[in-house]
């Protein structure tokens, strides 16, 4: 039977995942997080809030990169991001 606990407390998710329960625990109270990631690099976590969809362009600037497009995903948007181009000498 499909249920919805909102209890992260460690007493109730080890309650529930004894009764065979699949629990993720979280705080629905924090916001998703976001980092810029390019291959082994990774940059600090930046709250979501932040980071919306129309202050992505000037970070990508400011990051020295160059903004391409916006994806909506389950009603997210997720920006991608790349290197510029550069003339070959």
């Known amino acids: 039977?499909?249920?919805?606990?909102?209890?992260?407390?460690?007493?109730?998710?080890?309650a529930a995942r004894a009764q065979g329960a699949a629990v993720l625990a979280r705080s629905v109270f924090d916001r998703d997080r976001a980092r810029l990631e390019r291959g082994s690099e990774v940059g600090?976590?930046?709250?979501?809030?932040?980071?919306?969809?129309?202050a992505l362009p000037a970070l990508a600037?400011?990051?020295g990169l160059v903004?391409?497009?916006i994806r909506q995903v389950d009603g997210r948007p997720f920006g991608l991001l790349a290197r510029p181009l550069h003339a070959a000498a």
């Open 1 to 14: 039977m499909p249920a919805l606990g909102v209890d992260n407390a460690p007493g109730a998710v080890a």
């Open 44 to 54: 600090g976590w930046c709250p979501w809030a932040v980071v919306g969809p129309d």
């Open 61 to 63: 600037r400011a990051s």
């Open 67 to 69: 903004h391409r497009a």
